[in-house]
């Protein structure tokens, strides 16, 4: 049985710092290309970030370039997503996914090629 766990979320104030998890089990992320997503109330899920394991890349949305960091650690199956000088705007429900379809991933890809979506984990950005 495949499950992808998130954690890691809380509330901080503006400017501050948070790093999300994202273990997986029953496959392995180096197959994937892997993707962290977020909704926020009353709008899409949209995504945020990506990794790709077939030339170890990433990619990330304008509105948080410069800003957050995906990383893989192997060994424990696991994708972070660090987040510095977090704007009451990044609040929402984060989420990450696999996608079944590529192993380089760069953002264009449509939400249904990712599946195994984990509970998620809430971010909270406010003072």
């Known amino acids: 049985q495949v499950q992808f766990v998130e954690s890691g979320g809380g509330l901080v104030q503006p400017g501050g710092s948070l790093r999300l998890s994202c273990a997986a089990s029953?496959?392995?992320?180096?197959?994937?290309?892997v993707g962290w997503f977020r909704q926020a109330p009353g709008k899409e899920r949209e995504g945020v970030s990506w990794f790709s394991p077939s030339d170890g890349s990433s990619h990330y949305a304008d509105s948080v370039k410069g800003r957050f960091t995906i990383s893989r650690d192997n060994a424990k199956n696991t994708v972070y997503l660090q987040m510095n000088s977090l704007k009451p705007e990044d609040t929402a429900v984060y989420y990450c996914a696999a996608n079944l379809m590529r192993r380089r991933v760069t953002g264009g890809e449509p939400l249904h090629e990712y599946a195994y979506w984990g509970q998620g984990t809430q971010v909270t950005v406010s003072s």
């Open positions: 029953g496959l392995f992320l180096d197959d994937y290309g």
